[in-house]
Every structure is written in C-alpha cells, then in structure tokens.
C-alpha cells in the first residue's frame, strides 16, 4: 500500500511572548529550541522557564536532523492523510510533528529525518519533517 503526501492547509499558529521568536525564526526556515543557562538541557515546548530546573531559558538555533521516535498514518481525521510522529532532534529534544513529502506507508521508527517549513495561514510557517 502507499499513501503519498498531499499539502493541507494550515491554520495560523497561536503566537504569544513566549513563542513569538519561535515563530518569527520558522519564517526565515529556521528551527529554534531553548536551553537553559543555568542546567544547560533543551527541552520543548519553549517555555520561559526550564522544566527541570526553573531555570532561565536562551534560544538557540537547531540543526534540523533528527530520527522518528514514533509514527502514525492518520486516514479519518479529516480528506487528507498525514503523518503525525515524534521525531528526536540531534539535539536530544523530542518534538511533535508530521511528516511530509514521502509514501506515508513507507516511514518507520528510526528513519533520518530533516527540518522543512510548510506555509500556514497569516504568512507564517509551521516545521515538519521530511525523509534526510
């Protein structure tokens, strides 16, 4: 069975003062994380705080790569199938996505995966993932 990738639309993010660099970085294909300065860990969601040690958080910018943790093929949610997957950046973090831009049915855990950005109402890009 293959399933190919098909664009959906993509409503606009909700943009606050916590994410809004988030956000802003997405538009200009980058994908940022936060570390924190005093225990060092990155950790997502971006917060201001550090969830492990309420510590201070700084932005950082995030290579892209990174392997499926988890995946799924979602076929009733709505007319177009998508991937939904936690993907593992290099960085250690693991973070909520979908993948794009493949045969749905091909993906499986540990496959190499790469940062890409999909248009989203209001000018804004979202990151997902596509094969390395």
Not at 63 to 77: C, D, F, H, K, N
Not at 105 to 130: N, Q, S, T, Y
Request: one cysteine or more; charged letters at 20%.
């Amino acid at each position: 069975m293959s399933t190919p990738y098909q664009d959906r639309a993509l409503g606009a993010p909700i943009v606050d003062a916590a994410t809004e660099a988030y956000w802003n970085a997405a538009r200009e294909g980058v994908l940022r994380i936060k570390r924190c300065t005093a225990c060092a860990k990155v950790h997502w969601y971006p917060r201001a705080l550090c969830p492990y040690c309420v510590g201070d958080t700084a932005w950082e910018d995030a290579s892209g790569l990174g392997t499926i943790y988890s995946v799924s093929v979602t076929r009733r949610a709505g007319p177009i199938p998508y991937a939904i997957a936690y993907v593992t950046l290099d960085e250690g973090v693991t973070m909520l996505t979908n993948i794009v831009d493949a045969d749905l049915d091909a993906l499986r855990i540990g496959d190499r995966v790469k940062v890409c950005f999909k248009p989203a109402d209001g000018g804004f890009a979202v990151p997902m993932f596509a094969p390395a």
